[in-house]
């Protein structure tokens, strides 16, 4: 018996089809006294086991301001993510542990502007953070969100992207890579649109972003362009997790876990790790 | 507390064991194909608690299995259940004789990752429920360089008694923790409490052992020299022989990455925890295919910093306590002592 590993049995409650490979699961524990200990911070992650395929790491895509079910998006990109895309049905069981690692610095983002630079799947850990943010509106000023797909196909959660929308506190801008017929939003990557189109005040903002590794690569030298600080910029990293505890040694980055000290970074903190990831 | 020391003989240690394998719940290492292994044994002619150490894999396994079942789980028709594993059979009181000074010293760098944040209560338990009993080692074997690493090997208290060779065929058996003390008052009955010599001989010995080192080297400076050396081209070269058989982490007392596993049959299922190592191509390769270590230098450099700087920083101890078993283990000759020495230029 490994006590640690043992996880905790959830219910497919829905599955949403997001894109052509991401679907949305969303869960609730079947066991409700797990539910009301389960508690977690926006950029927190689970370990979610389709039992007999095997375990992968996923964030927790939704807001635990918003209680009684969460979500977790995931893209078929591998061996278990293709098996649950395949096998697992609405009301299917899961196993799932957590929540685990380090979330967004909450405390450091309130009173601030927000914004949100996604792109694909990496809205998925914004999501949460998004939520969370609106659900807490007073403590933000200004709150953007810049969201890139390679096609309009791509874009994820479209339904909460319409709410977004409509909530005249946010401002929602929306990219795709190249031109589509119906398409009536903005063109291009998303590091172009985030200095064309939104070019962003920097003073008292603070920039979360996520996406492939590309469109961060290009959006942190847009945003140092742009003239923000290393320190303002945080967004949540991407590393092949197992245990999500600090003990089985995969998501080490030089003497850091990022499963504990992580997943969540400044850019800053970034920097100072050794060049591996 | 006051720890007590015990002289006797040969012979007085051989009656010492068989009352010990008698009374306890007893590992030592035993003999097969050519190796050594902790195993549980009931007589003493069954084990060699002298096993040499370049053959004998380390403690290790009775503490973190090469393969520990997780959970069982079972789909019905009411829906699936997680079931208990039967009883953790690594659990239970016991004791073990034949240790090594390296080999018990490991635990206690293994324990600084189990112990922190996430507290490991399985592992824990083992080590709770143990009485570490070591042999002195007289003489140094090929690969060994336990004395050159960051610890005292004189005054290591990772083993709860241990077992020192005195001069003119003395043997000592000497107290090292709390725990050790009270086991030899109830186990240690008929033997005699050393006079004050013992302490001398048993210095004694020590630098004769201690002399006959071939491999030496300055923990400090090599710590300092590797801090800086994450670019080094020496990498490339040290690895290029390798194999990635992991052979090194399998028998490493120190490596303790795992992988978590799952085997299915119709709607029954087993979850595994099992060694894993560093050196893996698919170690670090994620859905989608991207790897931030992708060739065979890399998985080395990670190896060797996460031994010689990552550990240390992290919990101010090296990850390699240099027994060797690594060196003496690979089928292509690469020496963890060879790799640091020539990185750390």
Redesign the interface.
Known sequence: ???????M?CTVEKIIQETPDVRTYRLKF?DESLAEKFDWFPGQFVEF?L??????TFCIASSATRKGTFDCSI?R?????ADIHRDLDEGD?V?IRGPYGNWFPLEDLKGKNLLFVGGGIGLAPLRSLIQYAIDNRNDYADFTILYGARTSADLCYKEEIDEWKNNKSLKVILTIDKPEDTWKENVGVVPKILEEVVNPIVENTKVITCGP?IMIKYTLMSLDKLGFDPKDVVTTL???M??G??????C????TYVC?DGPVFTYEDLSKL???? | MNLTTYSTDPAGLQAFYEAIISAHDTYAPVEKFGKFDFTRVDSLSTCNTDSPIPKTMSVKPLFFPKS????K?K?TSE??E?T??E??PLAGKRVVLGVRHCDARSLQVLDA??K???V???YGKRRENTILISTRCNEASTHCFCTSLDYDVEQLDAFDVAVINGLDEKVYLQARTEKGETFLKENATGLAVANGSAQEEMKKQFEKFASSFRLKMDYTEINEKMQGQ?DSPEFEDVSSNCVSCNTCAFVCPTC???????E?LRDE?V?Y?SY?S?NNVY??????G?N??PVKY?RWR?RA??KF???K??FGVNLCIGCGKCTTSCPVNISIFEVVNKVAK
């Not at chain 1, 039992?51 to 992968?56: A, D, N, R, T």
């Not at chain 1, 050794?274 to 990831?277: A, G, L, T, V, Y």
């Open positions: 018996m490994e006590q640690l590993l043992v996880p049995i079947r086991s039992l007999g395929s095997g375990e992968c893209k990109a591998g061996i278990v993510t069981v196993g590794p991407e590393m092949k197992q245990c505890l600090g003990k089985c040694g995969r080490n980055i030089g003497s504990k050794p060049d591996e990831f | 520990a079942k997780v959970m789980y789909a829906g699936t997680l208990d594993t009883e953790d990752v189990y922190w944040d996430y490991d209560t399985d994450f303790h990455c795992f992988k978590i596993s799952d299915k299922g979850r925890k894993d560093c170690f670090t390769l994620m859905a989608g991207h931030p270590r890399r990670q910093m996460h700087v990552y550990y920083e992290r």
